[in-house]
Nanobody, 114 residues
Framework: QVQLVESGGGLVQPGGSLRLSCATSGFTFRYYPMKWYRQAPGKEREWIGGITRDGGVKKYADSMKGRITISRDNRKNTLSLQMNNLQPEDTGVYFC???????WGRGTQVTVSS
């Protein structure tokens, strides 16, 4: 079955950076556009960015533009999220998901605080 394992989260000071990873299995990774979401405390899960199957096109939420970069490795079936200049409002649990597949991993917690 589809498995998604997010990692790389942690506590970071404002202005800091993190690189999140998503290890996938149970589906043909290279066939699927992939997306990143986050859920801030007390808020609904929101889309923050996505990448096409071949990695050629990336789209980001306006709130994240210029601060994040999504990439993928279709040989390793992994998805990455590089986040820079993190701010307290970026705190939340981050999830990856293949487009059109209704499966979620446990996510990885990102906390931005001084």
């Amino acid at each position: 079955q589809v498995q998604l394992v997010e990692s790389g989260g942690g506590l970071v000071q404002p202005g800091g950076s993190l690189r999140l990873s998503c290890a996938t299995s149970g589906f043909t990774f290279r066939y699927y556009p992939m997306k990143w979401y986050r859920q801030a405390p007390g808020k609904e899960r929101e889309w923050i960015g996505g990448i096409t199957r071949d990695g050629g096109v990336k789209k980001y939420a306006d709130s994240m533009k210029g601060r994040i970069t999504i990439s993928r490795d279709n040989r390793k079936n992994t998805l990455s999220l590089q986040m820079n200049n993190l701010q307290p409002e970026d705190t939340g649990v981050y999830f990856c998901k293949p487009e059109g597949v209704d499966t979620w991993g446990r996510g990885t917690q990102v906390t931005v605080s001084s």
